[in-house]
């Protein structure tokens, strides 16, 4: 059955009211009705962010893919336009993931047309636009195609094409599988975007089974390469999701499309993080936005039938230190601080929409509660560990989460809107990004474990 973007449209529009709001998000993208995965296309197009993302608008659970979109200028209010790119054709069964180019002042999404009938096959498509809004597929038929795979890669994993330009070239990294199951970046050349030249395939043992969602990007003097791993082993309190999302900083071969890897690690240590994709924005940073969700988990809003399920991360600005990328919050300063408020062991009541920021010398254990006594989430610093906790939860509990560190003092800022929570530690590479789900509309917040004279802890309410 071929799904067209009218339909979808049409279904979003009648349905759209009929999400439950209890748990939605006021500054993160969310979809407006349906399912929501990973981000593609993240891209600066004619004054706007472009934001588009796996959608499956009939259910509230993975079905046949579309392109979902929205535009913004400050990641706060997000403007939701219509459909993108549906499975419309003969051979799409699901639209899967990919990036975006600006390419001869036009928007060029590449997407994978991903067919499953008789047999699986994954191949890459494109469709352009000139406004932004409304998308052509080029010639009706993929672009890149399984005759155009090197020797010994799967035809079934051969997905999320994403363009990168490096050394004034076009590059197309695409998500590859060997047959034997080893993850791996096929890295293609294009001038046009009409014909594709094979350079070369880069292999890591952390690639997983198949190194999904790549993308690449030189930043501090350093060529990063992001990817996302499938079917990952445990090691060493790392990788607990089984499928999680790694940074590798190195260097890229602009000629032969080799990468000489010098360090690799998570990006984020918590539950719900997969499948980021960047941009350079118009002050040249780098930003980073993320699925704020995981695969082979429970999806909250889903089970108990909302209506809805997914949302995108705050969008996180990048930098090298060390041969490690950190990530900081981006746009919280757009937003309205309805109060502030200081932070101690006397309990305070904040709505669920907060920014939380301190700095604590971890010479002795300091420890943080939000919620009642027999339904919180609790944020640790240690000596040598961090850890955000939601085990304790009454509607959704999950493991302790936590990250080393050897820092003297531990600068964090911990964003909560309504039922997410984005923990950042300057400094350090990791984050933690956990959904959470509190019955009650405010929260109490105080402080359970600490030496007051040691730190101030800010906790600024938001609102839109």
């Not at 009929?18 to 891209?43: A, C, Q, S, T, Y």
């Not at 809003?301 to 900081?328: C, F, M, S, Y």
């Not at 919180?376 to 961090?386: A, E, M, N, R, T």
Request: aromatic letters at 12%; hydrophobic letters at 35%; one cysteine or more.
């Amino acid at each position: 059955m071929n799904h067209t973007k009218e339909q979808a449209n049409n279904y979003i529009k009648a349905q759209k009211t009929m999400v439950n709001p209890k748990h939605r998000h006021h500054f993160h993208l969310m979809p407006e009705v349906g399912w929501m995965n990973d981000p593609n296309g993240f891209i600066y197009f004619e004054g706007y962010y472009h934001l588009f993302y796996q959608f499956y608008p009939y259910e509230a659970k993975w079905g046949p893919m579309h392109w979902g979109h929205a535009r913004t200028k400050d990641f706060v209010r997000f403007e939701h336009l219509p459909v993108a790119l549906a499975p419309d054709l003969d051979h799409e069964d699901g639209i899967f993931s990919g990036g975006a180019a600006v390419f001869q002042d036009k928007l060029l999404l590449m997407y994978t047309s991903h067919y499953h009938q008789a047999y699986q096959l994954q191949e890459q498509s494109l469709a352009l636009s000139t406004d932004g809004i409304h998308f052509d597929k080029v010639g009706n038929k993929p672009v890149i195609t399984i005759d155009d795979l090197p020797e010994g890669s799967s035809k079934t994993d051969f997905r999320d094409p994403n363009p990168v330009e490096m050394d004034g070239k076009h590059f197309v990294l695409i998500g590859s599988s060997t047959l034997d199951k080893q993850g791996q970046i096929l890295v293609y050349q294009t001038e046009d975007f009409k014909t594709f030249r094979y350079l070369n395939a880069i292999k890591h043992p952390l690639f997983g089974e198949i190194a999904e969602c790549p993308d690449l990007f030189l930043l501090d003097g350093k060529h990063v390469l992001l990817f996302s791993a499938t079917n990952l082993k445990q090691v060493n309190g790392r990788f607990k999701n089984v499928n999680s999302s790694l940074y590798a900083v190195g260097h890229f071969d602009s000629t032969t499309g080799e990468f000489k890897f010098e360090h690799v690690d998570e990006l984020d240590a918590g539950h719900h993080y997969y499948a980021p994709q960047t941009l350079l924005n118009p002050n040249q940073e780098r930003v980073s936005i993320a699925w704020m969700e995981m695969w082979g988990k429970d999806y909250y809003t889903a089970l108990n039938d909302h209506k809805w399920a997914g949302a995108l991360t705050l969008p996180r600005r990048l930098h090298v230190l060390n041969n490690k990328v950190i990530q900081t919050p981006m746009h919280l300063d757009d937003l309205k601080v309805l109060q502030e408020k200081i932070v101690s062991h006397q309990a305070i009541h904040s709505s669920k929409y907060f920014h939380l920021s301190s700095t604590i010398k971890p010479n002795q254990d300091f420890m943080l509660q939000i919620g009642e006594s027999n339904d919180y989430v609790s944020f640790k610093v240690s000596k040598d560990l961090i850890t955000l906790d939601t085990s304790k939860t009454a509607l959704f509990p999950l493991e302790a989460r936590m990250v080393t560190h050897d820092l003297l003092e531990v600068s964090f800022d911990l964003v909560m809107d309504n039922s997410s929570l984005e923990l950042f530690i300057k400094d350090l590479d990791k984050t933690i990004t956990t959904r959470v789900y509190f019955d009650q509309d405010t929260l109490p917040i105080k402080v359970t474990l600490g030496q007051q004279k040691d730190y101030q802890i800010t906790l600024k309410e938001l609102s839109l």
